[in-house]
């Protein structure tokens, strides 16, 4: 009895002094974060802009972070601020723009910082490398989404899931009392859906709302929320420690990026053993061709898949949002539908007939000028450089250009640049014409153009345009203003009508 006695008060010992030890541990560690924090903000700079970004004073006047960005970026006469607290120079000038993106392209480049917050998720994929590896995918990839071939595969699957699940399911709700659906909820499952079966070939049946949301689904939201949440860390000190220690959400991010990998490694190990084959057109399968590592092969499939998902329902969101609160955009939408499809027409409108629409894709267009599914991308300075307004940019720091800004900035869209006007992109014989992308940096520009931006307004022109033929959306709280989350697309609040 001694001997068991003893052996007990031993072991409560030892976890009295484990509990102890990590305590300690962790008040060292929060002080530790604190005094980063203290020291990254560099709370010495009394400027205005840096006393309001410290107090939080600018939340009594702006809901959203990016709305007093544009707020001072109005203000400022070269439509350029520095955040000096955050090292951050930000930009809603297109000279600047054109800058960064294309004259200086190669000293501003996305930068160690913003890879290493991604690289567990994205690993060697071509949205967090640079350099050679950025253009050997750069160009492997602009061969595979220009070829007919994957254009057709594409339209293809979003076509089926439009018919197939999409408007059937929208249509189950007609003629009810309770018709209030999450249409965001519903455009984020059939992105994800359609993007799966362009890259993977793998349908995960996010739409069919009476499932739940696939495993896959659920892993990769997470894996996706979590990799952002690095960037508000104090210090990237923080998430690398709690990555060694694999404790909280370093923990909780590294379980979701696992079963990512291993459902990724699985479809990949299945085509491996199907072998080479005519009717399989995904962006897996034909990477497949010419890259043996599997691992290289995951991280690119997975980089498509994030750029993909998110970006598409968040325009398309905003877009409806919008078409609810002015009507007759969509009464021109289905006015320039019939003269093209004819009015009887009850299918989707063809790949020739959506170009031939105009004034559908001056409506996205405008949409995503006020609302950008990204409303702002940095890269950091590889060296010392002058901006074309004048501003000096030091080495290391981070430089912002701002669509969602840019957006609404009266000297570039005119005094009525925060209405929704399509026409304002139409010729008067009704011709859509865009506008520099250094000036509507939505699909970024330069360089780093994004290779699937067709394939992109392809698959949201089909969405809206079958949607308003068929439907009228209105927002069940249409007074509520979208709020954006840190690290995502902006979602609209307020659920939808039908």
Known sequence: ???????????????????????????????????????????????????????????????????????????????????????????????????????????????????????????????????????????????????????AYAFEVVASEIKNRLVPLLSSLCGKDDRVLDLQDVF????????????FGLDPGCL???LPVSEFAEAFDAASRLSAERAMSPSPLV?????????????????????????ADEVIKQKREMGPSK?????LSRFMTTIDDDGYLRDIVVSFLLAGRDT??????????????????????????????GPTSG?????????????????LYECMRLYPPVQFDSKFAQDDDVLPDGKWVKKGTRVTYHPYAMGRMERLWGSDCLEFRPRRWLTRD??????????YPVFQAGVRVCLGKEMALVEMKSVALALVRQFDVHVADGHLSPRFTPGSPPPSEGDCEW
């Not at 984020?188 to 890259?199: A, E, G, N």
Request: proline share 3%; glycine share 6%; aromatic share 12%.
């Open 1 to 151: 009895m001694e001997s068991g006695s003893s052996s007990s008060c031993l072991f409560q010992s030892i976890q009295i002094a484990l509990f102890l030890l990590f305590l300690s541990f962790t008040l060292l560690f929060s002080a530790f974060s604190f005094l980063i924090y203290i020291f990254r903000l560099k709370p010495l700079c009394d400027c205005d802009v840096c006393t309001a970004y410290l107090s939080s004073s600018w939340t009594k006047e702006f809901d959203n972070l990016c709305d007093w960005y544009t707020h001072l970026l109005r203000k400022s006469p070269t439509g350029t601020i520095h955040v000096h607290v955050l090292g951050n120079v930000v930009t809603a000038n297109p000279n600047n723009v054109h800058h960064m993106l294309r004259t200086r392209f190669d000293n501003y480049p996305k930068g160690k910082p913003f890879s290493a917050i991604l690289g567990d998720l994205l690993g060697q994929g071509i949205f967090n490398v640079d350099g050679d590896s950025w253009k050997f995918q750069r160009k492997m990839a602009s061969l595979e989404l220009g070829s007919v071939s994957i254009r």
């Open 208 to 210: 069919k709302l009476s």
């Open 347 to 363: 299918g989707l409108a063809s790949f020739d007939q959506m170009h031939k629409m105009h004034y559908l894709q001056a409506a």
């Open 239 to 263: 998430w690398k420690i709690k990555r060694l220690l694999n404790v909280g959400s370093e923990r909780r991010l590294r379980e979701a990026i696992r079963m990512v990998n291993a459902l």
């Open 188 to 199: 984020r499952r059939f992105s994800f859906d359609t993007i799966c079966k362009f890259s």
């Open 312 to 341: 598409v329902a968040s325009a398309l969101t905003s877009f409806f949002r919008l078409v609810s609160q002015n009507p007759e955009v969509g009464d021109a939408i289905r006015e320039e539908s019939d003269r093209v499809m």
């Open 279 to 283: 009717d399989h057109n995904d962006l």
């Open 430 to 439: 009704g011709v859509f014409t865009p506008e520099s992308p250094y000036k």
